[in-house]
């Protein structure tokens, strides 16, 4: 078994497209993901799973269709599933996901921002 530590910085660096996520690691049965965001992502929901979002870089606005929280450098927000949900962020935001394995990233919706399995970097 090998067992190595994954630099951040590094991994965010091999790549630029906004809204595809990449995979970074397996805890189990999930997926450690980064991606790098930018404007405005679609609504949309997941009907099992719970998602998480930390803000490594730059702040994101989750927006729900009650309410906006925004989520900072060093913060982190916990969509639970069934709740509909868009992501935007202003300018780039630098995001790690943690979330189980096979979840769609716009959930419920296909559209030209779907990505089927992540590519693992």
């Given at each position: 078994?090998?067992?190595?530590?994954?630099?951040?910085?590094?991994?965010?660096?091999?790549?630029?497209?906004?809204?595809?996520?990449?995979?970074?690691?397996?805890?189990?049965?999930?997926?450690?993901?980064?991606?790098?965001?930018?404007?405005?992502?679609?609504?949309?929901?997941?009907?099992?799973?719970?998602?998480?979002?930390?803000?490594?870089?730059?702040?994101?606005?989750?927006?729900?269709?009650?309410?906006?929280?925004?989520?900072?450098?060093?913060?982190?927000?916990?969509?639970?599933?069934?709740?509909?949900?868009?992501?935007?962020?202003?300018?780039?935001?630098?995001?790690?996901l943690i979330e189980p394995s096979g979840v769609?990233?716009?959930?419920n919706v296909r559209d030209e921002l779907t990505?089927?399995?992540?590519?693992?970097?």
């Amino acid at each position: 078994m090998v067992v190595d530590k994954v630099n951040l910085a590094e991994k965010f660096a091999l790549f630029n497209e906004h809204w595809t996520p990449k995979l970074v690691g397996k805890i189990n049965d999930f997926e450690v993901k980064i991606v790098k965001v930018h404007g405005e992502f679609v609504w949309h929901h997941h009907d099992h799973e719970d998602e998480m979002f930390m803000v490594i870089e730059g702040s994101l606005t989750m927006q729900f269709r009650d309410k906006d929280v925004v989520v900072h450098a060093g913060e982190f927000i916990i969509v639970p599933h069934g709740v509909e949900h868009r992501p935007v962020a202003d300018e780039e935001c630098l995001l790690m996901l943690i979330e189980p394995s096979g979840v769609l990233n716009t959930g419920n919706v296909r559209d030209e921002l779907t990505v089927d399995a992540p590519e693992e970097i």
